[in-house]
């Protein structure tokens, strides 16, 4: 009955930003560790950005640093990921996913993560 839909993805241009959005059901969603990994062709999927459900402690991937920023609303059941200075290299499916684990922690692998969306492409030219 778990479900994460991930929304926000689309082209554009280099330096642009985008939003991404993951709606949650089927959860506990404020017990749930949540991040966000992508794919690009031809390659591993890779840890982007996580977010722990007690003090929402953060991490990223040196790649997206400072660029990128996630957060979470409770009260909705998302999470989003926020990205700007956006690259070609950035091009990727972005997937959603969710963790139980202890109030505190961020899952950044995905062998952690035991839920995830479906994915959302980011395209990002010049």
């Known amino acids: 009955q778990v479900q994460l839909v991930e929304s926000g993805g689309g082209l554009v241009q280099a330096g642009g930003s985008l939003r991404l959005s993951c709606a949650a059901s089927?959860?506990?969603?404020?017990?749930?560790?949540m991040g966000w990994f992508r794919q690009a062709p031809g390659k591993e999927r890779e840890f982007v950005a996580g977010?722990?459900?007690?003090?929402?402690?953060?991490n990223y991937a040196d790649s997206v640093k400072v660029r990128f920023t996630i957060s979470r609303d409770n009260a909705k059941n998302t999470v989003y990921l926020q990205m700007n200075s956006l690259k070609p290299e950035d091009t990727a499916v972005y997937y959603c996913?969710?963790?139980?684990?202890?109030?505190?922690?961020?899952?950044?692998?995905?062998?952690?993560?035991?839920?995830w969306g479906k994915g959302t492409l980011v395209t990002v030219s010049s």
């Open positions: 996913a969710a963790a139980s684990t202890w109030a505190t922690v961020v899952v950044t692998t995905s062998s952690g993560m035991k839920y």
């Open positions: 089927g959860l506990t969603f404020s017990r749930y560790a």
């Open positions: 977010i722990s459900w007690r003090d929402t402690n953060t």
